[in-house]
Nanobody, 114 residues
Framework: QVQFVESGGGLVQPGGSLRLSCAAS????????MAWYRQAPGSQRELVAT???????YYMDSVKGRFTISRDSVKNMVYLQMDSLKPEDTAVYYC????????WGQGTQVTVSS
């Protein structure tokens, strides 16, 4: 079955860093564009970053230059390196396919606060 398991979140001070990991299973990982999404309290889920099967990347404007998405198609893993974190990055972060996203995992909470 399709499954996404996110990890690596936590509480960090502004300006700090976190590295999120996502283990994907039940999909043809190597042929899928993958993505990280986030959802803050009271807000809709939004697309943060994507990585294609060829390694091409996209970032939402507010995280450009601070976040880096990557993938390991041998291990079926997706990563999100987050640097220079800001309070507005506080959210639950999810990974999924970029297109036809479904079977959402529980996500990992990222809280940026002093």
């Amino acid at each position: 079955q399709v499954q996404f398991v996110e990890s690596g979140g936590g509480l960090v001070q502004p300006g700090g860093s976190l590295r999120l990991s996502c283990a994907a299973s039940g999909i043809s990982f190597s042929t899928n564009s993958m993505a990280w999404y986030r959802q803050a309290p009271g807000s809709q889920r939004e697309l943060v970053a994507t990585v294609t099967s060829a390694g091409g990347t996209y970032y939402m404007d507010s995280v450009k230059g601070r976040f880096t998405i990557s993938r390991d198609s041998v291990k079926n893993m997706v990563y999100l390196q987050m640097d220079s974190l800001k309070p507005e990055d506080t959210a639950v972060y999810y990974c999924n396919r970029r297109y036809n996203a479904a079977y959402w995992g529980q996500g990992t909470q990222v809280t940026v606060s002093s």
